[in-house]
């Protein structure tokens, strides 16, 4: 390679191009100097927090990342950086000594299933073979289907879609099942709100998924494969698409794969917005052409699966991990993590922290480390209260537990789930009922309607938690909410239903004192529930500026200038845009009168 | 305009040797007719051996699919944890509240509709709304109002250009 070349990467993942990240790259596509400057258009590197992201290497190998560039800043970059050596210290995303704290974040990381994302072009297979792409498969094809289970059971892997299957244990059924043709399938669909793993997997490195996939194929003695995924994804099935075309002309898919008997074709199904399709038997119901309501097992897909016949479900990222661990050996896998949680988890790590992204640590790290020094602590310079994992089957751990390793087991013993990745901060300024509220909405709204204690029994659970926000509640309200939970999820046949009261449990579990003062005393202590806090002005800051009154779209504040505003309580609907377009500080957000005080007034 | 019965005839022979077809082919036909309406399940039941009523019962189950056009702008309000967190309402408030329509509706002069949408995957922009397909993020009540004031310009300069 020439020796005066820069190489300048633009992560062009969703997130990105929310950010702005097109217009970056236009910038340097257009003006750049060809001779001395490679431009290579990348996935997510992870670093949400301050897309857009331009990487700059020069020639001599040392790398730095410019964050939140704008096209004036790639400009900037191009004269100073690019043309004259120097460092625009200014747009640096990251200090340029690597060893400040700051680069924890990528520090603590042990990147195994991301190592191509935000590295290589996902649109070009070029880009990932010389990444040692297509080796994993090719190593697999010498050593044969029993040799690659035998591969997977010593690295330990475990399915990444929640549950924790042993991978080995579900390719090994599958490929003893009796039944053809045999199905292989990924599962795309990722609907937890809150989580992206398999989106920036899939647009930042599809060709890790699809040599996972073909592999998985090989290695059950399957012909077909298919991918399910969220049609909400448009750009990851673009990549996908794109990547599937150049492995056909490869000769990597179609038949005779790589001069061998294996023969093999890949399909990509749009998901059409169900959560429930997301649990596997759905999911095959609704390839099938059908509406995706789950179904009984036994039997398992791995018996009775696509068309009846045997089927292999992995989710993205488990797939990911599959022709790294075939490539590099079990041990590069098993070395990280811990006794029985091998390997590394990614995470989308997002709400109240500093440093959001996409992030992949070892199996154990423990809470604490990941909020704090990965995520740089709480955005709002607030306390933390708490994390969610797992999203609406998910539980939160109180930061009093900070200390727990990640793990499958040590979640599962105080209550919450690894789930498939998604993790949300939470401040004081969190509401644990509201949240509460949030997932059971969504699990009344995603519930398929098959059995009874899901359907009823989630609405049922809303309608509670609804009243307790208005401060309606009932001193029984808290028994009979862990007690319809417990119901629910025994009563309900996959694993939505037996997993959706999660939320509510935990948060009665780890703050139930905030339940209590919501139906006692009628406080929100977070001062998040509409019906129990009230917004006033601050006489002594207002500057009677009118900024409010032209953000409330109730007409609930009024006043004249030179004096303080004041906002009918009536009228008032807690929309809180006043607050935000307030520039002095001058509102504040109370709690109601509590119910105590209320019962003193009357007596007296 | 080509007759939306030959679009569907179309798609439905594209996908003649697709198992399982029902749902590709109800998808392609709101790609390119923007949405399914009962005339075009009738048409698609006619031309394969499902049901209508079968093809009804995955309309109504998918929340993807609409059985009345969109307006001109296709807002998607993400409603995923983060945007929650982050002021989703608030978001949901201001555009009920400028384009006068509520969520799940469209507008009276066709101009908007206004969909509450699972996560987008975009979590670290939140609270982010997607208008037609284009995701803004970090959004306020202030930067709310302003990109739908760009809508409208744009739509007036359209007019008069
Ligand atoms: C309600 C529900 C939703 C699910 N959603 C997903 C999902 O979005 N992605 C996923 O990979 N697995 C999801 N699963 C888990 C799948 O049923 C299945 O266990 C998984 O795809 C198996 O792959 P793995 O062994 O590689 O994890 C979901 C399960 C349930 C019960």
């Known amino acids: 390679m020439n020796d005066t070349i820069y190489i300048v990467k633009i992560g062009l993942a969703s997130c990105g191009i929310a950010a702005g990240a097109t217009s970056v790259y236009q910038t340097f596509e257009a003006q750049m100097d060809r001779d001395h400057v490679s431009l290579i258009p990348t996935g997510c590197l992870g670093v949400c927090y301050c897309e857009p992201l331009v990487e700059v290497i020069s020639p001599s190998g040392e790398s730095v990342l410019y964050g939140n560039v704008t096209p004036k800043d790639a400009q900037q970059i191009m004269e100073q950086h690019i043309n004259q050596g120097m460092v625009v210290q200014h747009l640096l995303a990251f200090p340029q000594d690597r060893e400040d704290p700051e680069w924890d974040y990528f520090n603590k990381q042990t990147r195994f299933a991301l190592q191509n994302c935000g590295v290589i072009n996902p649109e070009d297979i070029n880009s990932y073979t010389d990444a040692g792409g297509y080796q994993g498969l090719k190593k697999s094809l010498m050593l044969g289907p029993e040799l690659i289970i035998k591969e997977l059971e010593q690295a330990g892997l475990r399915g990444r879609g929640g549950a924790g299957f042993p991978t080995y244990r579900k390719w090994q059924l599958t490929r003893q099942a009796v039944g053809k043709p045999k199905y292989v399938v990924c599962n795309a669909d990722e609907g937890d709100p809150g989580a992206f793993m398999d989106r920036s997997i899939l647009e930042s490195d599809p060709h890790s998924v699809i040599e996972g996939l073909l592999i998985a194929g090989y290695a059950i003695g399957a012909t077909q494969g298919y991918f399910y995924v969220r049609a909400e994804y448009p750009l990851a099935i673009k990549r996908l698409r794109i990547a599937l075309d150049q492995v056909r002309a490869a000769k990597l898919l179609g038949t005779h794969i790589l001069d061998t008997d294996f023969s093999f074709e890949i ?22 052409g059908r509406r995706g309501m789950p179904r009984f097992r036994p039997p398992y897909p791995a018996e009775k699966g696509l068309f009846h016949c045997p089927t292999a479900i992995n989710n993205v990222e488990t797939l990911a991990n599959v022709p790294r661990i075939m490539y590099q050996g079990h041990a590069a896998y098993s070395k990280h993590g811990t006794e029985q949680s091998k390997g590394t988890k990614v995470f989308a790590l997002a709400g109240k922290v500093n440093r959001g992204g996409l992030v992949e640590i070892p199996m154990g790290m423990n809470v604490n480390e990941l909020v704090f020094a990965i995520g740089g602590g709480i955005s709002t310079g607030k ?15 109180p930061a009093e537990l900070g200390e727990t390793p990640v793990d499958y087991e040590n979640l599962a013993q105080i209550g919450a789930i690894m789930g498939s990745g998604g993790l949300l901060v939470m401040d004081e300024d969190t509401c644990m009922i509201d949240v509460a509220k949030f997932f059971l909405h969504f699990a009344r709204e995603e519930s398929c309607g098959k059995c009874t204690f899901c359907r009823i029994g989630t609405e049922k659970m809303l309608q509670i938690l609804t009243r307790i926000s208005q401060g309606e509640g009932k001193p029984t309200d808290i028994q009979v909410l862990a007690d319809l939970g417990q119901k629910i ?13 999660n939320p509510v449990l935990t948060t009665l579990k ?65 929309c809180g845009l006043c607050l935000d377009s307030c520039r002095f500080n001058a509102i504040r957000v109370t709690s109601l009168p509590t119910k105590h005080t209320e019962a003193t007034t009357e007596v007296i | 305009m080509q007759d939306p019965l030959v679009v569907v005839e179309k798609i439905v022979a594209r996908h003649r040797d697709t198992p399982g077809a029902a749902i590709p082919i109800l998808q392609g036909i709101q790609n390119k007719l923007g949405y399914v309406s009962p005339l075009f399940l009738q048409k698609v039941a006619e031309l394969t051996d499902i049901p209508a009523s079968d093809l009804y019962g995955i309309v109504t189950f998918y929340s993807q699919f609409r059985l009345d056009p969109v307006g001109r702008n296709h807002v998607q309000i993400c409603h995923g944890t983060a945007c929650h967190l982050a002021g989703a309402e608030k978001v949901t408030d201001v555009l009920e509240h400028e384009t006068k329509t509520s969520c799940g509706c469209t507008s009276a002069d066709k101009e908007y509709t206004l969909e509450k949408v699972a996560c987008i995957g975009c979590c670290s922009l939140a609270p982010v709304i997607n208008i037609n397909g284009k995701i803004h993020g970090h959004l306020t009540a202030e930067k709310t109002k302003k990109i739908l004031k760009g809508i409208t310009r744009e739509k007036d300069e359209g007019e008069k250009g």
């Open chain 1, 267 to 288: 399909d990509i199904r749009e998901g059409a917005g169900a959560f429930v399709c997301g649990e596997e038997t759905a999911l095959l119901m609704s390839i099938e």
């Open chain 1, 383 to 397: 306390p933390f209260k708490a994390i969610q994992t797992g999203g609406p089957s998910g539980g939160c751990i």
């Open chain 1, 489 to 501: 999820q025994v009563g309900s046949m996959c694993g939505l239903g037996q997993s959706v009261p």
């Open chain 1, 510 to 574: 780890y703050f139930r004192q905030e339940y209590e003062a919501h139906i006692d005393a009628g406080i929100c202590p977070a001062k998040q529930c509409k019906s129990l806090i009230d917004y006033q002005i601050v006489t002594e800051t207002c500057r009677s500026c009118n900024l409010c009154v032209i953000s409330c779209p109730v007409k609930a504040i009024s006043g004249k200038k030179g004096q303080a505003y004041q906002i009918n309580e009536t009228t008032c609907v807690r």
